[in-house]
């Protein structure tokens, strides 16, 4: 039993984790109205504990549901984009891009070199663009599909990209028009990113402006890709439906400050709320 930790801020990823269905504050895992995310939200500013929001989504789309949830801050794109001030403020991240491409974005130099096209066309019907989301995009390459992201790790370091990494960012809720997976699987959201950047490494400048300790954060997710917030806080917890995922239970066992929670989604999401609540 891992030690409890008492917050005085926490970080968030937003779908599967805080939102359920379809973006939903208000539903469970099964479509079941609740308020117990509502709640326990209410709990946390209550108690005078920051909210940043930790999403792959764009900057624009969490400083919009930052004002929504009344966060002090978010961190767009898996962790290339740190903004406050509500969006304001704000301070990139570009990890191993090569230096000859210093002042440029990483979205920029792979649609120079012609990557996204490349590696979509060599993973046909099982990867694309994750339209129309990905148009916005400035710190990553946002696709959709299902392929083994070490795998493409391997193709990219054969053709000179080794720089460049895919990160599985949890399941697309099953949809008749996605059919990229297969059989009995539901198809994945990847970024398509320079290595180095990640939701950790984010969290972990952004706590170093706030001048607060990582032993006094907490942070809350629900993929693969979440489990990076491990090394930058106190305790990270995943949510069970993230906890179930095939795989998951192998790479959680190497993570030793990590908690699952009970429940999926916001459920579970309120539970992790409360316990960092407790002193």
Known sequence: MLAP?????????????????????WHTADGSP?????????ELHTAG???????????????????IFAADGAIAELGSLVTWKGGRARHGLTGELPAEYTGRTPMDVMAELGVVEALTAANAGRLEWHAPWHTTHSGDALLRGFVDPLAVDAWLAERGLGWLTLKDNGAIPASARLDLAPEGQLARVYHLMPRGITKGAAIAWDLERRGLDPADAVAIGDSASDLEMAPAVGRLW???NGAEVEGMAGLLAAVPNVSVTDEPMGVGWAQAVRASLRT
Do not use: H, K, N, W
Not at 5 to 25: C, E, K, N
């Open 34 to 42: 609740t308020a117990e995310p509502a709640a326990a939200l209410l």
């Open 238 to 240: 995943i949510t069970a």
């Open 5 to 25: 930790v008492a917050a005085r801020i926490v970080y968030t990823d937003l779908d599967g984790t805080m939102v359920g269905p379809r973006g939903s504050f």
């Open 49 to 67: 504990v920051a909210l940043v929001i930790v999403s792959g989504r764009t900057a624009d789309q969490v400083t919009e549901a930052g004002r």
